[in-house]
């Protein structure tokens, strides 16, 4: 075994799904799933199948569409639990069990009512169990950034002899500082016994903002997986970041001596995918990924640059995806610079496409002179905010609401279906509902709106607003996306956009 390997884990689609508001499809999953294969994670963390129907689905899809990964599934310390997983990864090529419970005196004592040897009597039963099923078996020690490093050392020890072979040190809630983390897998390193027979793994949260800082210090010390998530989101204040772990890996890989299967060229239009897909925008100073990452505005800095980039940048941007020299978009741009831009965005566009689409960013761009990924997102949005761009399915020709106190909202809608116009009118307990029910006059009433989410993407009275929205009918669900600098606009875009996808 090569000892400077480290293992990439990614848990964005398990982990990093469980913040409010960024629930995926099991389509959107796949997509994901894909693009962190080809990025060369060496596990992914496809779900908690107990947890819901449409978790159990997304392990099995995508246990079928992967191959090269190692798919793993999460369950807790029941039989019910991991048979659950088992059944979900049935096709899985590489499959894993993930189980485990929690071990520090706090959770014990507070959130099993327990004892320690009852604890870790269900972890080695656990671990026993799961090991009917499938070969490899990690068992993560909730809570062990807390735990007490004896008893600790004694569940490990335990679970590596019922067949564990990785084992999780989580610091489940960012409590740890580096060298306290680092003293924890150097600890269990030296006083278990069977270590050697397992996989030491580190999976840090970010509560205090030291989650890819004790990640490293814990890899330094021992641990040779580490478990983290994309644009690091997560519960809470969110995971280690796999980016930011890979990169100071790669940047200091004199000092720290480790490395990875990753190709870090895929990070940036990967971090775009997620992002968009989970209607998460990255933080303008997010490191590596930001958009602010690689910018330089303080003039002594800019004169820095020039002069030698080395001065200010300690990574290339094309090391992350990042082209070293930005397409600015302006009304002198071609089709093969917008095509270009258009494909880091996630959009693939055939010539009859990108020919009406390069004439709606002409009109844009002569509006706004400059044009950036954000308005290229809107102009997408304005054509139904799909990828697939098409003659063919819904179009608003017109929309045309009137509201106010006291005036009911009232909304009068022209639509293409198939390239017939249609028009209705009806009102509402709003601006949005009513041109929905107008549409629906139009469509049927089949449809029903399950989420609707609204993000200012700058700020400012005169902003873009980005809408996603998830529609159900016939028991299928899917998300549309719109732009617009008008709400209503952007809601209907998004409305559309999820009735052509899922009609």
Do not use: W
Request: glycine residues 8%; proline residues 2%; hydrophobic residues 40%.
């Amino acid at each position: 075994m090569d000892k400077s390997r480290v293992y990439v884990f990614d848990t964005t689609l398990r982990d990093g799904e469980q913040v409010p508001g960024c629930q995926l499809s099991t389509v959107e999953k796949i997509e994901i799933a894909k693009e962190l294969e080809a990025l060369g994670v060496d596990v992914i963390e496809a779900g908690f199948p107990i947890s819901s129907p449409g978790d159990f689905k997304s392990v099995v899809e995508i246990s079928k569409a992967v191959s090269e990964p190692v798919i793993c599934a999460l369950t807790r310390a029941n039989h019910k639990d991991i048979d659950a997983a088992a059944e979900a990864l049935q096709y899985a090529k590489h499959k894993r069990i993930h189980t485990g419970i929690g071990s520090s005196d706090i959770h014990i004592k507070n959130k099993f009512n327990s004892t320690r040897e009852e604890v870790l009597a269900r972890a080695v039963d656990a671990v026993k169990y799961a090991k009917r099923f499938v070969e490899d078996i990690e068992f993560y020690a909730e809570d062990a950034g807390r735990a007490d490093n004896v008893y600790l050392a004694q569940m490990i020890e335990g679970v590596i002899a019922a067949g564990a072979t990785v084992v999780n040190i989580p610091d489940t809630n960012g409590y740890c500082l580096p060298e306290e983390y680092a003293d924890k897998i150097s600890y269990l390193v030296s006083h278990v016994s069977n270590i050697d027979k397992a996989i030491i793994s580190v999976h840090c949260h970010n509560d205090l903002g030291l989650a890819t800082a004790n990640s490293i210090a814990g890899l330094r010390a021992g641990a040779r997986q580490i478990e983290g998530t994309i644009n690091g989101i997560g519960e809470r204040a969110g995971n280690t970041s796999i980016e930011e772990a890979v990169m100071i890996m790669k940047v200091h890989a004199q000092t720290i001596g480790l490395n990875t299967n990753i190709d870090a060229r895929r990070f940036y239009n990967l971090s775009s995918l997620v992002a968009q897909r989970m209607r998460m925008p990255v933080q303008a100073n997010k490191a590596i990924v930001g958009r602010n990452a690689f910018a330089h505005s303080s003039g002594i800095h800019q004169d820095g640059v020039l002069k030698n980039k080395e001065n200010y940048q300690i990574m290339n941007p094309e090391d992350i995806g990042i082209p070293s020299h930005s397409i600015i978009l302006t009304a002198r741009s071609g089709r093969h610079a917008l095509s270009y831009r258009l494909e880091r965005l996630g959009y693939q566009l055939d010539k009859l496409n990108l020919d009406k689409v390069y004439t709606k960013f002409l009109e844009m761009a002569d509006r706004i002179k400059e044009v950036n990924d954000h308005d290229l997102e809107m102009l997408m949005g304005s054509d139904k905010g799909s990828k697939n761009v098409s003659d063919k399915g819904i179009k608003v020709e017109l929309l045309q609401v009137v509201c106010g106190d006291p005036l009911r909202p009232m909304a009068t809608v022209r639509l293409k279906v198939n390239g017939e116009q249609k028009e209705a009118s009806a009102s509402g307990n709003g601006p949005v509902n009513a041109a929905i029910e107008a549409i629906h006059k139009i469509v049927g009433n089949s449809i029903r709106l399950e989420e609707f989410n609204i993000q200012a993407m700058h700020g400012g009275s005169d902003d873009v607003s980005k809408v996603n929205m998830r529609v159900v009918h016939d028991g299928k669900s899917c998300y549309g996306f719109g732009y617009s600098t008008d709400i209503v606009n952007a809601s209907i875009n998004a409305y559309i956009d999820a009735l052509n996808k899922i009609l």
